[in-house]
């Protein structure tokens, strides 16, 4: 059954805590089975149990970010487009231009202007741009600028005018704070206690009380200053993170009625035929009618060579075109496009979380408690029962501990940290369903691979025709006859071998039985193709191979008439995969094939695989992967490879199931929990690598975080430290952690010596 789902972008969400309080309280509304926020992409999806539910939620959920995050703006996203109140459709007159004859006329109004005036337009406008940017940033932090300025002059007072002092003082402190206060006030009301903004403010406003007033300004300062910073290296993550994924095409030149129009590629529907012309990404996934070009496909697989492609040729949505203009026609819908697929995906797998941060996000609601517990103890036990303790003095320690009670460095840097990851294997063609997948793959200890299509090409071709008291052409043409009605590899390469049309009427009765073969009646004869099993199973003494291949034998009217071997290719740098695995942490290689004891063991030696298990039926893959799974060491985790559609059962039962289902394959997204979009091996090293990567950083950002903010608690009651140092273990450690984050993304793009472009 199809998810019924909501998903929503929250515009502005800049406070980690936040988030994690909207996706509880939204998981407590009727009606809705479960709901997750991802602060990396501000995107709510709520999965609820009716349509009819859906306005009422919607509604209920704006009433929940408005109460705890006013400034957070809510709307709706459907096939990956924000809804607004905006057109797609561009009014510029040069949008339209003509198709005749099969080329592109161009717009001729004067509005055109040559290379020099584009550019200096260019560059005038990311000057306004920027003076623009300026002046926005100005306003946004007025209040902070005013307020630096009358703590600035308070300070100068200090010591001279004591009251005038004071009141400069509790005015900068005001202006600077103010907009805190208000929100803790707000969230006080809602019932939202333990937050940041509430424990800054308790925490100044006690330095007020006890005298120590340059230094609680100082440190609401401090803090708006590390928020402002704070805010600005997670916009920069967050843009450095969509823009590995940014692959969708923002317009689509369609043609309609001889004239082309740029419209957005939603707006373009099926069998439609849209130009592309070089420099533009390719909107939607279609077949080239004309025209003739190299596509950059990059941004899909992290291939760095540029794919040649003519008429006829299918291109994939996401791809960019590097040379000639292209006549295509549309195959799919955007929301059914690969690039649509990818982005969901990517999209979904930020929201699958990780061990790791279900562990913060549970740790998070507890400590702050305890660090508050924490600070009241030292405000009053130590003057009770410590001869000459001063109440101010334990008052201002407890009061510097509230200020590293939020655990903002780990709620902020964890999903960060594992959204990079995913986007960042997404760039080197892996695609990852979710961060708990990434997490479990720096445990990879055995992995398993199906043989056909997987290792092998898959592309099967007759090698040898061995008659037997009958002619080759036609012990091939009863075996294609006997072959007809299956679609498997194998009986296609019989089909072209024998490259006539078959009658099918010939065939008087088919059937096909599951590992071993098909037993047919053809022009009244009963004819038996299939393994040796089959031979067997009728009692019918057949002529051992020792040829590499996959062996049909054939029987008709129980005598047997011979075989035919079809071959199947190792894919190139197979063997150096293997070795590369193995040097990635993999301890075991394991290969399950239906096909023949010989050509499986032959197959394995040839590459480097440590066992194989050969003339499997489907259900037998799946409980030899049960033997292999009770094999695992503790936590080690089981990978099965396969081609995401005839292995589903065990790509499901494996730990990890990795489809090598190429781009655009649909049934190979849906199967597995990761996803080889180059169909090679290779990239599962470079996955296990991305994981173990991400994971290090991680419990850098964790370990650091927790070091620094208990260092600073121990200082702090011992006297040997202020709360200037508490600031810092706050938003100083957030600040820090969020870089760190990102390092997952430049150490994926500096340490491939593959060429990824990124547009």
């Known amino acids: 059954d199809s998810k019924l789902e909501i998903r929503l972008v929250l515009n502005g969400l800049d406070c980690a805590n936040c988030a ?5 309280k939204v998981n407590k509304i009727n009606g809705v089975k479960e709901a997750t926020v991802n602060f990396s992409t501000t995107l709510l999806i709520a999965e609820i149990k009716e349509e009819s539910l859906k306005d009422e939620i ?38 339209s ?22 550019h200096n337009h260019t560059h005038s406008n990311s000057l306004s741009e920027n003076n623009a940017g300026v002046i926005e940033y100005i306003k946004e932090n007025i209040m902070l600028i005013i307020g630096t300025l009358i703590y600035l002059v308070a300070l100068a007072y200090n010591g001279n005018n004591n009251s005038v002092s004071i009141i400069l003082f509790i005015a900068s402190y005001l202006v600077i704070g103010g907009e805190v206060i208000l929100t ?23 330095a007020f009380f006890i005298g120590e007033y340059p230094e609680a300004v100082a440190v609401m300062l401090f803090y708006q200053i590390g928020e402002v910073f704070q805010g600005y290296a997670v916009n920069k993550s967050r843009k450095s993170i969509s823009s590995l994924m940014n692959i969708r095409a923002d317009y689509a030149n369609v043609l309609r009625s001889n004239n082309e129009v740029k419209v957005s590629p939603e707006d373009v529907s099926l069998n439609e035929v849209i130009l592309i012309k070089p420099g533009e990404r390719v909107p939607l996934d279609g077949v080239v009618l004309s025209g003739e070009s190299f596509l950059d496909t990059s941004a899909l697989t992290g291939e760095s060579v540029p794919r040649e492609i003519k008429a006829g040729d299918e291109i994939l949505s996401g791809e960019i075109n590097n040379s000639g203009v292209l006549k ?15 982005l969901e995906l990517v999209e979904n797998a930020s929201n699958k979380k990780a061990p790791t941060e279900k562990f913060i996000t549970k740790f998070s609601k507890i400590y702050t408690p305890i660090v508050v517990l924490v600070a009241v103890l030292v405000a009053i036990i130590p003057p009770i029962f ?17 200020v590293v009670s939020c655990p903002c460095a780990l709620v902020v840097s964890i999903p960060l940290g594992f959204f990079s990851g995913i986007g960042a294997a997404s760039k080197k063609g892996v695609l990852v369903k979710g961060g708990n997948y990434l997490e479990a793959l720096k445990e990879s200890e ?50 072209e071998a024998y490259g006539k049309k078959i009658n099918k009427n010939e065939i008087e009765s088919y059937k096909e039985v599951a590992g071993h073969g098909v037993e047919a009646i053809i022009r009244g004869k009963n004819v038996l193709l299939g393994n040796s099993k089959l031979m067997i199973k009728n009692n019918i003494f057949y002529d051992k191979v020792n040829t590499i291949g996959t062996i049909v034998h054939i029987a008709i009217n129980s005598e047997y008439k011979g075989n035919i071997i079809i071959s199947d290719e190792i894919k190139e740098n197979v063997k150096e995969a293997i070795v590369e ?14 096909d023949s004891k010989e050509v499986a063991e032959k197959v394995a030696n040839d590459i480097g695989i440590d066992e194989v298990y050969s003339e499997l039926l489907p259900s037998d893959k799946v409980n030899k992967l049960e033997e292999v799974l009770n094999k695992k060491v503790g936590n080690g985790k089981v990978l099965f490879v396969g081609d995401g559609i005839n292995d589903a059962p065990v790509l499901a039962r494996a730990d990890i199931g990795i489809a090598m289902g190429g781009v655009g394959s649909d049934a190979a997204i849906e199967a597995a929990d990761v996803v080889l979009m180059k169909d090679k091996i290779e990239s599962i090293s470079d996955a296990i690598r991305i994981s173990r990567k991400t994971n290090k950083i991680l419990w850098q950002n964790i370990i650091f975080s927790l070091f620094i903010k208990v260092a600073v608690m121990i200082l702090v009651v011992a006297g040997l430290t202020n709360m200037w140092a508490a600031v810092f273990a706050d938003v100083g450690v957030t600040l820090l952690a969020v870089l760190n984050s990102m390092r997952i993304i430049r150490w994926i793009l500096t340490n491939y010596n593959k060429i990824i472009i990124i547009k």
Do not use: Q
Request: charged share 25%; glycine share 6%; net charge positive.
């Open 20 to 24: 994690n309080k909207i996706e509880t």
């Open 58 to 95: 919607i509604n209920e959920i704006k009433s929940i970010v408005k109460k705890l995050e006013p400034d957070v703006k809510v709307e709706e996203k459907l096939n990956n487009t924000v809804i607004k109140n905006t057109t797609s459709e561009c009014k510029d007159s040069c949008c």
């Open 97 to 118: 231009t003509s198709f005749e004859n099969g080329e592109v006329k161009k717009c001729t109004e004067k509005t055109k202007i040559n290379k020099n005036e584009t």
């Open 184 to 206: 803790a006030l707000k969230n006080i009301t809602n019932g939202e206690i333990f937050d940041e903004n509430f424990l800054m403010s308790i925490a100044t406003i006690g």
């Open 328 to 342: 295509v026609r549309v195959t799919k819908e955007y929301g059914e496009s690969t690039v649509a697929r990818i």
């Open 386 to 402: 410590i001869k000459g303790a001063v109440f101010s003095e334990w008052l201002y320690k407890a009061l510097s501990l509230l």
């Open 446 to 495: 055995i992995i398993v691979f199906d043989k056909t299509g997987t290792l092998t090409k898959g592309v099967f071709k007759v090698t040898s025709i061995n008659a037997k008291n009958i002619s080759k052409d036609e012990l091939l043409e009863i075996t294609a006859l006997g072959e007809a009605n299956s679609n498997h590899p194998i009986a296609v390469s019989i089909a």
């Open 581 to 594: 695995l193995k040097n990635a942490g993999i301890k075991k290689t394991v290969m399950l094939t239906g």
